[in-house]
């Protein structure tokens, strides 16, 4: 089934993957997570299924890597002037007051991904 996903859908399990992520782990002392560490910590948790799936809608690994990064950063990004928020969606798991703020928050993140799938399969 993963080959024939059209693109906004795969954006859609990408953002969804992110944010169940988002709200996996913790840190050992209970302290807001760096930019650099939240984001290590998200792509870890993700892995790389969300990579074979977009590299299945014909991008490189490269490419694929460079989606899921700029997506993630994204996200960060988007959340980091929020530090209750940063914390929770790393210390949380499956708050559901976490995952409505920042589907809220990354909207901008789900559209750019949305239409970088787009443009590529617009070029194929």
């Known amino acids: 089934m993963l080959p024939v996903l059209r693109h906004p859908t795969l954006a859609r399990s990408l953002l969804a993957a992110a ?19 939240w984001i290590a910590h998200t792509k870890a948790a ?52 976490v995952t409505p703020r920042i589907d809220e928050l990354t909207k901008s993140c789900t559209t750019a991904l949305s239409d970088e799938l787009l443009r590529h399969r617009d070029r194929t």
């Not at 944010?19 to 560490?37: K, S």
């Not at 299924?49 to 590299?55: A, E, G, L, R, S």
């Not at 990004?77 to 007051?97: E, M, P, Q, T």
């Open 19 to 37: 944010v169940g992520v988002l709200t996996l782990g913790g840190i050992a002392c209970g302290g807001t997570p760096g930019r650099a560490e």
């Open 46 to 97: 993700i892995g790389d299924d969300i990579v074979t799936t977009i590299q299945q809608q014909g991008f490189s690994r490269s490419s694929a890597d460079r989606i899921v990064d700029r997506f993630v950063t994204c996200e960060y990004d988007s959340i980091r002037h929020d530090a209750g928020l940063v914390r929770d969606s790393y210390d949380r798991s499956g708050s559901a007051a």
